[in-house]
Every structure is written in structure tokens, then in C-alpha cells.
């Protein structure tokens, strides 16, 4: 069966709803160009490689994990997202 071939809401990948991205499938993934692990906001996927400074979309669920659609985020931003990153970490 394809990702489309699902009675559920949304899209579906190995059997988990990617209307939200899981944890441990966030976990797993990472930015294609440095490696480094990605963090979570909204529709995007920011790599935490503060050289690169990449997001990535998320689009109807699905995670575009390519360098070619990626965009280079300005350094207040980035900082920005790595702090409120943070911050949510020690919350939980």
C-alpha cells in the first residue's frame, strides 16, 4: 500500500498520522546538508547546524528533506528559533 491508501486524516507513513510529526520519527531525521538534528516550528523543519542555518517545509504532512527546496534562514531567526527550541525542551 502507498502513503495515499489510508482511511485516516492525513497523510500516512508506516502506519503514523504525519499530520503532526511523531518524535521519534523527528528523531531520526536530519538535516540533509549538515547532519546535524532538526527542530520542529509550524510548517518547517530548522536545522540546529548554526553554520547552515537550513529549514526545510513540511508539506501536506510530509517532510521535503531536499537541499533544493530548503531555504537559508537570516542569523536572528535562526537564534530565535534555537532559543524558543530550548526553552520548550526544559518545559517538558
Known amino acids: 500500500w502507498s502513503a495515499l491508501d489510508c482511511g ?3 497523510w500516512v507513513r508506516l502506519g503514523i498520522p504525519m499530520s503532526t510529526l511523531d518524535a ?3 528523531r531520526i531525521l536530519v538535516c540533509p ?5 532538526l527542530v520542529h516550528v509550524g510548517d518547517w523543519l530548522y536545522s540546529t547546524d548554526s553554520m ?3 529549514k526545510y517545509p513540511i508539506r501536506d ?3 521535503i528533506m531536499l ?6 534562514v ?5 537564534k530565535r528559533i534555537m532559543a524558543e527550541s530550548k ?6
Do not use: N, Y
Open 24 to 26: 521519534e520519527f523527528l
Open 74 to 78: 537570516e542569523i536572528d531567526e535562526f
Open 87 to 92: 526553552s520548550r525542551k526544559q518545559e517538558l
Open 52 to 54: 547552515t542555518r537550513r
Open 61 to 63: 504532512g510530509l517532510p
Open 67 to 72: 537541499i533544493d527546496e530548503s531555504e537559508v
Open 33 to 37: 546538508l549538515s547532519k546535524k538534528p
Open 8 to 10: 485516516l486524516d492525513g
